[in-house]
């Protein structure tokens, strides 16, 4: 009786992934790998390594490298002092950075593109104090910024479950045997919320790395990222399903090694916790 409730409980999530996840998936794979006589060719997929599609697959790695090293910079110091704060007072600081994700995705990006313009809210306060504008918008610098941004959470909270769950025990333990506090931090904390920073870069790096909205948004078509390759493959006027669908499995294994890695640190983590 338990296994059948269980059955019919779990019916709505196997026909949700089945419709909106296995069947597109599917579609992608077998457009990826045929042309338009639906005849099997891996030139849809080799078609990454060709110099028009590499640049920007370049790019936009390194793009990614840099948002998720912002966001780990910025995420691991808050994450630690959010950790040292009470329960109470955790939970409403961790709500004022989860606020923003209830926001519409462009509606976040656009509030970018208005403080980043060249007559902006930036640059009328910089006028306002005397000093001299720079000019951010239609620049990687732009795409950084908002990128970093977008993907922010995904980064601290990971980082600050792992925090949270280190045994105080452990801390005061060093503390007693005379321990700094950077030691503290390098020898203890660090590694023992490894997990949760390979969490918190698998959820960033992998995203932002596909990301097109926000540098058509911020970029203004300057900057020009695997993920508008993409996009464009799909839905321009010379719109190639196949290709599209062929560099789209080229960039998965980026994913795919992502996910490789995060299981091997995450078992780790398990078997950390069973000693």
């Known amino acids: ?4 409730t269980s059955r019919i409980m779990s019916g709505p999530y196997i026909i949700w992934m089945i419709i909106f996840t296995v069947i597109p998936l599917g579609l992608i794979v077998y ?17 990454i390594a060709d110099p028009v599609n590499a640049k ?21 110091p808050l994450a630690l002092i959010l950790s040292k704060y009470s329960k109470n007072k955790n ?5 004022i950075f989860i606020l923003p994700m209830w926001m519409n995705f462009m509606l976040r990006t656009l509030a970018w593109r208005l403080i980043l313009l ?26 950084v910024l908002g990128t970093a941004y977008d993907y922010f959470p995904f980064m601290v909270l990971p980082i600050y479950n792992a925090i949270s769950k280190i045994d105080k025990d452990v801390i005061c333990a060093a503390q007693d045997l005379g321990a700094t506090g950077m030691r503290i931090i390098t020898k203890i904390i660090m590694p023992l919320s490894l997990p949760g920073v390979i969490s918190g870069i698998t959820m960033v790096l992998v995203p932002s790395m596909s990301e097109f909205v926000i540098a058509d948004m911020l970029g203004g078509g300057k900057v020009y990222l695997i993920g508008n390759v993409i996009e464009q493959s799909f839905n321009s006027g010379y719109a ?13 294994v980026f994913i795919i090694i992502s996910m490789i890695i995060y299981r ?12």
Not at 264 to 275: L, P, Q, S, Y
């Open 1 to 4: 009786m338990r296994k059948l």
């Open 31 to 47: 457009n990826g790998f045929t042309n338009s006589a639906g005849n099997f060719t891996l030139d849809n997929v080799a078609a």
């Open 56 to 76: 920007p697959l370049l790019l936009s790695f390194e793009m990614s490298l840099i948002v998720t090293g912002v966001c780990l910079i910025l995420a691991f």
């Open 91 to 95: 939970s409403f600081i961790v709500m």
């Open 118 to 143: 060249n007559n902006g809210f930036l640059n009328q306060w910089l006028t306002t104090i005397g000093l001299d504008p720079i000019y951010l918008m239609n620049t990687k610098t732009a795409i």
């Open 240 to 252: 190639d399903v196949h290709m599209g669908s062929g560099l789209s499995l080229s960039l998965m």
């Open 264 to 275: 091997i640190f995450d078992k780790g983590e398990e078997a950390d916790g069973v000693w």
